[in-house]
């Protein structure tokens, strides 16, 4: 894959398109694989953050999410093809589940919200098979029982929106253990679908 690298961190040049297609051969190979969307407020998270930084240069896929990569793009004489905002993302990945019949894992967001952005979407847009779900506040006795309910959904997409740059560590630290093959950090898309 194309890169470019804005304020030390690598953002990979893709389309929607090659993200999808991406994930699709993600899921084929089975491998666990982590999807990040950078957009400025991430990207500048991260200069203070070298944990997060490293996480976005050794991640599978960075996408250029928001106005602010797309013009340091420009700036740097090497543009990013397109936009790929986050929660465009999550939505093209859930109707390739919903056709693909891939079980989704929802996790994140205050009590119930998971819940029902799962219903809502399913609603309002496609029925995808949901593997389960969990809030995003949690402490360790907790967080072992999600992991062994998220290894045993068999999930192949694991959406995470616990917030920058909590979510990206998470699924840093469990995501071999989980074995899901492709799984995103999704900030507060869950409250948005929700609502
Ligand atoms: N959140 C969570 N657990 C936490 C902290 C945050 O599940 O420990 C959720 C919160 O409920 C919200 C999302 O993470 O749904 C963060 O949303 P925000 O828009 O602040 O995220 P950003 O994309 O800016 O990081």
């Known amino acids: ?10 953002v990979h040049a893709v389309t929607m398109e090659d993200a ?9 190979e089975g491998k666990p694989r982590m999807i990040a969307t ?5 990207i500048m998270i ?12 050794t991640c599978d896929l ?3 999410d928001g106005a602010g990569v797309l013009w340091a793009g420009e700036k740097l004489g090497t543009p990013f093809p397109e936009r790929v905002a986050g929660a465009d993302l999550a939505e093209e990945l859930l109707k390739i589940a919903s056709e693909k019949e891939w079980p989704v894992y929802f996790l994140g967001g205050a009590p119930g919200i998971a819940q029902r952005a799962a219903a809502r ?11 389960g779900c969990h809030e995003g506040y949690f402490d360790s006795e907790e967080e072992k029982k999600i992991i062994k309910d998220i290894k045993k959904s ?17 699924i840093r630290d469990h995501m071999d253990e989980l074995g899901v093959p492709v799984s995103m950090g999704i900030g507060g898309v869950f409250d948005v679908m929700s609502g």
């Open 1 to 10: 894959k194309k890169q470019q690298i804005v304020m030390d961190v690598r």
């Open 20 to 28: 999808l297609e991406w994930a699709k051969e993600a899921v084929l």
């Open 38 to 42: 950078a957009n400025a407020e991430m």
């Open 46 to 57: 991260a200069q203070k953050d070298p944990e997060l930084k490293e996480i976005l240069n």
């Open 62 to 64: 960075v996408v250029p």
């Open 121 to 131: 979407f399913m609603e309002l847009h496609v029925p995808f098979k949901l593997a």
């Open 154 to 170: 068999g999930a192949k997409l694991l959406l995470a929106g616990l917030g920058v740059p909590k979510q990206e560590k998470w």
